[in-house]
């Protein structure tokens, strides 16, 4: 005898761990020789429900894990042989390493030391310390997943070789150069530090209202646009150093592409100055007090012209240095080469930078009304010649 099953809708109900999650099924039979029909409802509850994880647990300095060995001991001899040669070779460099800190205090305490040779033994005694670390899975690991210690000498190498080999600087100079920033602002550039710069999220462009998030800050590209209503505050920026020791750094952002009327050209502005910020491999991020010196003026493309290329850099000093503060009226015409070569800053010794771009919006007549206290000036393109003009009207074949 032929029997047809009509399923009804299944119906499931999950609640927060706790509670008692409950499903009912229901179904109904239909026997063609009888219109008897008999339907169950099945009930299944639960007391306790686990969370589902959507996502992997976050790792960081602030949320650490430790690294576990991908195999148990036994499973596999040659693995177990390999962190044994790692362990062992590990423990002869350090020896070698013990032994050339004395050799170097010696050299140290010598009536007049030879300082070349001083500070080839120190690198060498660097390399010692990276090389007894750096074959160890545990301390791969933990910098590849933003644990790294920044006051050892190893992980400050191996964070620094993968900012160099994994794009994110080849990306940086592909920008700078693509944007002409090299040689248009200096004559070049070979940055040493991991420079990040952040704004304020846009959440929301409905024609030209724009709407900002202010709370939350996002990384930036390098050479990306940006809307004038993301930078009317100063940016947050984030810095990673490889060196240990403090040094010194000159913050600028500029804009070379202000317009020159006089001269119908164009020129440098400064938007930003702060010398003698001390930076380290130990230094806090974001880098507090930037806007204590020549204060921060937030970008303003002027009307009717291209785009702009703001530029930040952290340019390394050699010494504390005393620099007077730019006054908003004395912003206009800036001689960045000028400026670098007086107090001795030098952007192919090291530093940092980073660069955005930016057009006119609605935001930037605030920036003239509020902040410059100024009326907003307007440009337009400059009319092409007509080489044909004294030619137009006149009988061609007279």
């Known amino acids: 005898m032929l029997t ?39 009930l299944i509850s639960k007391s306790q429900s686990r969370p589902i994880r959507t996502r992997r647990p976050r790792i960081s300095l602030q949320h650490p894990r430790e690294w576990n060995r991908p195999l148990a001991f036994g499973v596999l001899p040659a693995f177990d042989e390999a962190l044994k040669v790692i362990k062992e070779d590990s423990i002869a460099l350090k020896e070698e390493a013990n032994a050339l800190q004395g050799t170097i205090a010696h050299a140290r305490e010598a009536p007049q030391p030879d300082l070349d040779a001083l500070q080839a033994l120190e690198e060498k005694l660097r390399i ?5 670390e750096i074959n160890f899975p545990q301390v791969r690991w933990k910098c590849a997943n933003g644990m790294a210690d920044m006051s050892r000498a190893v992980d400050r190498h191996l964070v620094e070789q993968r900012w160099r080999k994994e794009g994110a600087l080849d ?56 809307l004038p209503e993301q930078t009317i505050e100063p940016p947050k920026l984030f810095t990673t150093v490889f060196h240990p ?24 502005y400064l938007h930003w100055l702060q010398p003698n910020i001390p930076l380290s491999s130990l230094s806090s991020s974001p880098v507090p007090n930037l806007n204590t010196h020549t204060t921060y003026i937030p970008p303003h493309p002027q009307r009717g012209t291209t785009y702009h290329r703001y530029t930040i850099l952290l340019l390394p000093q050699q010494s504390r240095i005393s620099i007077p503060m730019v006054a908003k009226d004395k912003r206009t015409g800036f001689a960045v080469r000028a400026f670098m070569e007086q107090y001795g800053l030098d952007g192919s ?9 930016e057009v006119w919006s609605e ?21 092409k010649a007509d080489r044909y003009g004294e030619f137009r009207g006149k009988k061609r074949y007279v």
């Open 363 to 383: 935001g930037v007549p605030a920036v003239y009304k509020d902040v410059l206290k100024t009326a907003e000036p307007k440009f337009g393109r400059m009319p």
């Open 4 to 42: 047809l099953r009509r399923l009804q809708p299944l119906s499931l109900g999950f609640a927060r761990q706790g509670a008692t999650v409950q499903v009912a099924l229901s179904s109904t039979t239909v026997d063609e020789d009888s219109s008897q029909s008999q339907s169950s409802e099945v």
């Open 128 to 132: 010692l310390e990276v090389q007894s």
């Open 349 to 357: 010794a090291g530093g940092g930078a980073h660069m955005w771009r």
């Open 171 to 226: 990306l940086l100079m592909e920008r700078i150069h693509q944007m002409k920033v090299v040689p248009d602002v200096l004559p070049d550039v070979h940055p040493s530090l991991d420079l990040r710069v952040t704004f304020p999220k846009v959440t929301s462009k409905t024609g030209s209202q724009v709407a900002v998030l202010k709370a939350i800050y996002e990384h930036v590209e390098p050479g990306v646009f940006l």
């Open 245 to 268: 020791e403090e040094r010194l750094y000159t913050l600028l952002m500029i804009d070379p592409d202000f317009p020159d009327e006089v001269n119908q050209t164009f020129q440098t």
